[in-house]
């Protein structure tokens, strides 16, 4: 027997699993619950709407901006990320998002230290529209030892959504 595990159920129950993932029982294994195994990725939201998906095991975080932000940014046309090996702490400035609309800083959501610019982003900023939250990531930060701590602070996807309808009325 097996359970596919929904991206709504993820939404409401579990921080982050990848989707489509399968989890098989054995005989010998009669219920399933959440909290019976341990997940290796955490992600969490801003309220400025950034988002982080962190890799509990290596402490790597990848930040982008929310599919929220890039619809109110509209088209993407420049973005720019800190140095690589720059040190950032939570809430400082990681780089900035420009569009034919306005731009808008971007803030770290952890600290820790910038390891990784997303490459593509330098010939197709466009790509934040189309995948804000997946192939459009900003950045890759290696967290700092209390990433736990500092998720905790932030948001998880049910209070992210309650948040950006409060904006909306």
Not at 30 to 48: D, E, H, I, N
Not at 56 to 65: A, F, K, N
Request: net charge negative; with cysteine.
């Amino acid at each position: 027997m097996s359970f596919t595990v929904t991206r709504s159920l993820l939404n409401r129950s579990i921080p982050t699993i990848a989707r489509s993932t399968v989890i098989k029982s054995s005989p010998s294994t009669r219920a399933f619950t959440a909290a019976s195994f341990r997940l290796a990725t955490r992600k969490a939201y801003t309220p400025q709407h950034e988002w982080i998906s962190v890799d509990l095991d290596t402490r790597v975080g990848t930040v982008g901006v929310t599919e929220y932000a890039q619809k109110q940014l509209g088209d993407v046309v420049y973005c720019e990320v800190v140095e690589v090996g720059t040190a950032v702490e939570r809430g400082e400035s990681l780089g900035a998002v420009e569009s034919v609309k306005s731009a808008s800083d971007i803030y770290a959501p952890v600290s820790g230290e910038l390891i990784e610019m997303n490459p593509a982003l330098a010939d197709k900023p466009s790509t934040i529209n189309k995948a804000a939250e997946g192939e459009g990531w900003l950045a890759k930060i290696k967290c700092n030892e209390d990433v736990t701590d500092e998720l905790d602070q932030l948001l998880d996807a049910d209070a992210y959504a309650s948040h950006c309808q409060g904006e909306e009325h």
